[in-house]
């Protein structure tokens, strides 16, 4: 999962109206150690484990997040980096000169709902590891609801610090962020290699048979598997939608010098989309092979494989996240009100995200989720994508200086809510997975948007 | 100073990830491990901060 770091925030505040200079533009060496940072999060401590919960082969996990964070990566590459360096606008104002002011407003809104939910999961995520010493009764992988006093309690504690944190000031945990950036990676790594030793397996065939066996503990004897290798790789490809496909990482790389800075995003897939997502899988291995437990309750999974360093980074990778998340949430919502404080705002976001954490279902439910996330945010980068090269020709000239018909676009509307209402609509009704839905959703609702504008364009 | 905080630094990262190898090999106890996770992670944590500052001072 993603967040925003210091450099980009700090930039995001910027240039907000307006192309961003040739002055401010940013070496490589920003991006590759942004994106290396922003995707040790949190959540990877509860995805990988939910990759063996719900029954995938090492070998799918292997090539399965090979190929999808591949595809992740050549979708930033080639979609996302490329207007960005041309255009040189966020995400917010290249949308808003598409699509009028108030509908943006309505994207920030969706926006700021979806990031509450994600940092709740965040801090679902550092409570678990903070209720270790308070012998909190952890959540297990069918948790629901609340199952304890003391985890709503803990979990109150550490959403309330973070909601008043990211409510005071967003530059302290970003630095903070910053730092711990390498260090929660090499816990990562560290993490990964105890996990596998303990699985003491001497070949690829062993280790398949207890990954197997594993499998079957998890599902309770069951050896069906929930997702086969194209699961694996649209989950890989779409779990961070909304940033490349989606076109919000436009706020990112409007600071590049070169649109082949983009590649710099294999940094933060290949090592928080790949190596912590299997390394958090064999932890959760190892502990049903020593503890014979299948819960992938982050904080203590770590603890027993780490001790207190391992709580330490659970504690710090699930807040440096969420922090940023709840900023985020926060000034989306402040758009829609601007009149209330930033600080009150982002105060009353971080408690409802605090709320949102109270509910264990949204982190064990995280793959859902993040493919409900992609699939609702995802596709107005296709109105952008589609916008550019067949409105716009691919020339910044075109759409800097061009005006919104009106404040409120009924067509990109109406291409925006078709495909995702039809695909919520399946996802409620069918057995299809969530990750399957942002591809459509995403070229359904650029299509839609060249059907509906064609006439107005044509005649201007 | 800086470039000796610098390193020491360098040397916390070192004792995170290094005793995970060692132990793969069977040449460290996990409890060994685990006392020195938490050594580098403090080493880290508090110089890290430093370097930081030191090197925004610099510039």
Redesign the interface.
């Known amino acids: 999962m993603t967040e925003v770091t210091e450099s980009s925030k700090a930039q995001a505040s910027e240039f907000e109206r307006e192309p961003v200079p040739n002055s401010e533009l940013k070496g490589a060496s920003k991006f590759w150690g942004m994106y290396a940072g922003e995707h040790c999060a949190g959540t990877e401590f509860v995805i990988g484990p939910l990759f063996l919960l719900n029954g995938v082969s090492l070998g799918n996990i292997f090539l399965g997040l090979l190929l999808g964070n591949l595809l992740a990566v050549l979708s930033w590459r080639f979609l996302c980096a490329p207007i960005a360096t041309k255009a040189r606008l966020t995400l917010y104002y290249h949308l808003e000169k598409i699509a009028g002011d108030k509908l943006v407003i309505l994207y920030n809104l969706a926006n700021g709902i979806l990031f509450c939910f994600l940092a709740g999961a965040m801090i679902t995520v550092s409570a678990t590891a903070v209720g270790i010493p308070f012998d909190m009764p952890m959540p297990t992988a069918s948790s629901l609801l609340p199952n304890s006093l003391s985890f709503v309690l803990i979990v109150f504690a550490v959403g309330a610090v973070i909601a008043i944190v990211a409510a005071k000031g967003y530059e302290t945990v970003a630095?903070?962020a910053?730092?711990?950036a390498?260090?929660m990676i090499?816990?990562f790594?560290?993490?990964g290699?105890?996990a596998?030793?303990q699985l003491e397996v001497s070949n690829w065939t062993a280790l398949k048979e207890l990954w197997a066996n594993s499998i079957t503990f998890a599902q309770e004897g069951q050896t069906e598997t929930r997702m086969g290798f194209w699961s694996v790789v649209f989950f890989g490809w779409f779990c961070n939608a909304a940033m490349h496909v989606g076109m919000s990482d436009l706020s990112v790389f409007r600071f590049a010098k070169k649109e082949s800075y983009g590649w710099a995003t294999a940094a933060g897939m290949y090592v928080g989309h790949y190596m912590a997502w299997i390394a958090a899988a064999f932890m959760l291995a190892a502990q049903i092979k020593l503890q014979q437990s299948a819960d992938p309750v982050p904080g203590p999974i770590a603890y027993n494989i780490?001790?207190?360093?391992?709580i330490?980074?659970v504690i710090i990778a699930g807040w440096t996240t969420a922090n940023p998340t709840i900023y985020r949430a926060g000034l989306a919502f402040q758009a829609i009100m601007p009149k209330i404080s930033r600080f009150k705002v982002t105060l009353v976001t971080g408690f409802i995200a605090t709320f949102a954490g109270m509910f264990p279902a949204i982190a064990m439910k995280l793959l859902d989720f993040v493919g409900l996330y992609g699939t609702i945010l995802a596709p107005i980068g296709a109105i952008i994508v589609f916008d550019w090269y067949f409105h716009r020709k691919g020339d910044p000239s075109n759409l800097h200086g061009a005006q919104p018909a009106s404040s409120f676009s009924i067509p990109v509307l109406l291409a925006w809510l078709i495909p995702v209402g039809i695909a919520i609509i399946l996802m409620r009704t069918t057995d299809i997975s969530a990750w399957y839905f942002p591809l459509p959703t995403w070229i359904g609702c650029g299509l839609l948007y060249l059907a509906f504008t064609r006439n107005s364009f044509a005649n201007s | 100073m800086l470039n000796l905080l610098k390193i020491i630094g360098r040397i916390?990262?070192l004792v995170?990830?290094l005793?995970?190898?060692l132990?793969?090999f069977?040449w460290m106890t996990?409890d060994a491990?685990?006392?020195c996770?938490?050594l580098?992670?403090v080493i880290?944590?508090v110089i890290?901060?430093v370097v930081?500052k030191l090197n925004k001072e610099a510039v």
């Open positions: 630095n903070f910053n730092i711990a390498p260090w090499l816990v790594a560290a993490c290699i105890i596998f030793a780490a001790g207190l360093a391992g330490i980074c | 916390g990262l995170t990830i005793p995970a190898v132990f793969l069977d996990l491990v685990k006392l996770m938490i580098g992670t880290w944590l890290a901060p930081q």
